[in-house]
């Protein structure tokens, strides 16, 4: 008896830490949102074009966004793959 009981209570704190996990995850995500104040520019500086052409040659702007820092989130295709670069005004690429 005294087994049935243990095992029983080692099989619910073992369901009830994985559903923890579930909500810390998308607490995560809920963040990451918010904090995206980008808005979408229909051109950007030529720094940022000659610089994106020379780290990944062959590269299509797809759109570009701009966030209050004057930091370009820029989405590109190269070679058939979607990517998306950031970097500052003066080209310089960011790693986020």
């Known amino acids: ?15 009830s830490m994985q559903a923890k ?7 995560m995500v809920q963040t990451i949102n918010v904090q995206d104040d980008y808005k979408e520019v229909d051109a950007v500086p030529a720094a940022i ?3 994106l052409d020379n780290a990944y040659p062959g ?13 370009y989130k820029i989405e590109v295709t190269v070679r058939g793959e979607k990517s998306v670069v950031y970097t500052d005004a003066s080209g310089t690429i960011i790693k986020k």
């Open 49 to 51: 074009k000659t610089s």
């Open 1 to 15: 008896m005294k087994k049935l009981i243990l095992s029983a209570a080692i099989l619910l704190g073992g369901l």
């Open 21 to 27: 996990n579930v909500d810390v995850t998308s607490s």
């Open 59 to 71: 590269v299509k702007l797809d759109k570009a966004y701009v966030n209050s820092k004057k930091e």
